[in-house]
């Protein structure tokens, strides 16, 4: 089988390095998809997103002229319909926007601000007493 930049393929996981995977293509020919390539989000462990031996979906990027083959499996996903992101978020929470959405960026560092102040004041008000009675208890020994 003769191998092209763009192809989507399968193939199976046949090595994990801290820089990679390494991956068996159709043909015999392996290639290896770089640990920039295995997901959209930061990878700082490979091992969380593949397994040895698991079969995966690559996209050819390159094809070097003595025969390495650079894959990824980021831009299969790009390229996939997105999926339902309730799942992600413990709890099924999902973000959705405010009313006020339309205030300016004073209007809304402003507003963050005033909340920010009540939290801390509120906070201050809980624990103040409670270091009173602390050093108070202490004191009395």
């Known amino acids: 089988m003769q191998l092209e930049v763009g192809t989507v393929l399968e193939g199976k996981v046949t090595g994990i390095t801290k820089f990679g995977a ?4 159709p043909g015999g020919k392996t290639g290896m998809v770089h640990i920039s390539e295995v997901a959209p989000t930061f990878v700082k462990e490979i091992r969380d997103f593949v397994q040895e031996n698991q079969v995966v979906k690559v996209k050819v990027l390159a094809i070097t002229e003595d025969g390495k083959v650079s894959l990824s499996m980021k831009r299969i996903e ?3 319909p997105p999926k339902r992101p309730s799942a992600g ?5 999902e973000w959705s926007p405010r009313k006020n959405d339309n205030l ?3 209007e809304m560092m402003n507003k963050f601000k005033q909340s920010s102040d009540e939290k801390l004041s ?3 008000k809980y624990i103040d007493p409670k270091r009173g009675n ?3 208890r202490v004191g009395t020994k």
Do not use: Q, T
Request: hydrophobic content about 45%; proline content about 5%.
């Open 22 to 25: 390494f991956v068996e293509l």
């Open 78 to 80: 790009a390229a996939a």
């Open 89 to 93: 978020r413990p709890g099924g929470y």
């Open 104 to 106: 300016s960026f004073e």
């Open 122 to 124: 509120d906070l201050k």
């Open 134 to 136: 602390v050093s108070r």
